[in-house]
């Protein structure tokens, strides 16, 4: 199974809204996650099963999709979430596969 | 408090086996649904998965590496350790060990995980001769 994300990069100012697409090439049901990582830094994980806010993550992030169309929205971005952000497919019907990623950057 | 520590070689020569250690506390992985996989990330480009184990000992690799490629675990450390044969310099990369846990099998005999919610803070590898 292929991930594709788009954009690839985008620029976006504070308080922006901000979605990124991830589409997957087969239907995944919503054994979908989404990570952030900062330069030099491990991912983190976001969301997980495509809309479960993993603990400690802020409120303005959130996740939807199922099959094989998902978006990670950021409701009003803030001068911390600029970062590249991963999806991921998490069923094992497939090895689990990252998509190519996307780079918020500030405007 | 559940942490991962990768360890291992910074720099190793093409044609040389790889061998990495993810060194872990506060989970067991003998405990139903938790599991370890390894992911890595050459310089300025994505993530790449590259294979998980779990409790039960079953393993699962990346497609286009699984024939270079071993994961095995000693339990009575808490350590995962990853192999790779035949290092080449396109291998050069960080390479992540993170905790990843099962929670579901589906109708077809499949695993449904949760995300990778621990990661460790990587260790780069640099082939060359």
């Known amino acids: 199974i292929q991930l594709t994300q788009s954009p690839s990069s985008l620029s976006a100012s504070v308080g922006d809204r901000v979605t990124i697409t991830c589409r997957a090439s087969q239907g995944i049901s919503s054994s979908l996650a989404w990570y952030q990582q900062k330069p030099g830094k491990a991912p983190e994980l976001l969301i997980y099963?495509?809309?479960t806010l993993q603990s400690g993550v802020p409120s303005r992030f959130s996740g939807s999709g199922s099959g094989t169309d998902f978006t990670l929205t950021i409701s009003s971005l803030q001068p911390e979430d600029f970062a590249t952000y991963y999806c991921?497919?998490?069923?094992?019907?497939?090895?689990?596969?990252f998509g190519g990623g996307t780079k918020v950057e500030i405007k | 408090q559940v942490t991962l520590r990768e360890s291992g070689p910074a720099l190793v020569k093409p044609t040389q086996t790889l061998t990495l250690t993810c060194t872990f506390s506060g989970f067991s992985l003998t405990t139903t649904g938790m599991c370890v996989s390894w992911i890595r990330q050459p310089p300025g480009k994505a993530l790449e998965w590259l294979g998980i184990i779990d409790w039960d000992d079953e393993k699962d690799y990346s497609t286009s590496l699984k024939t270079r490629l071993t994961i095995s675990k000693d339990t009575s450390k808490n350590q995962v350790v990853l192999t790779m044969t035949n290092m080449d310099p396109v291998d050069t990369a960080t390479y992540y060990c993170a905790r990843i846990r099962f929670y579901q099998l589906t109708t077809r005999g499949y695993h449904n995980y949760y995300g990778m919610d621990v990661w460790g803070q990587g260790t780069p590898v640099t082939v060359s001769s």
């Open positions: 099963t495509a809309s």
């Open positions: 991921q497919q998490l069923n094992s019907y497939s090895p689990l596969t």
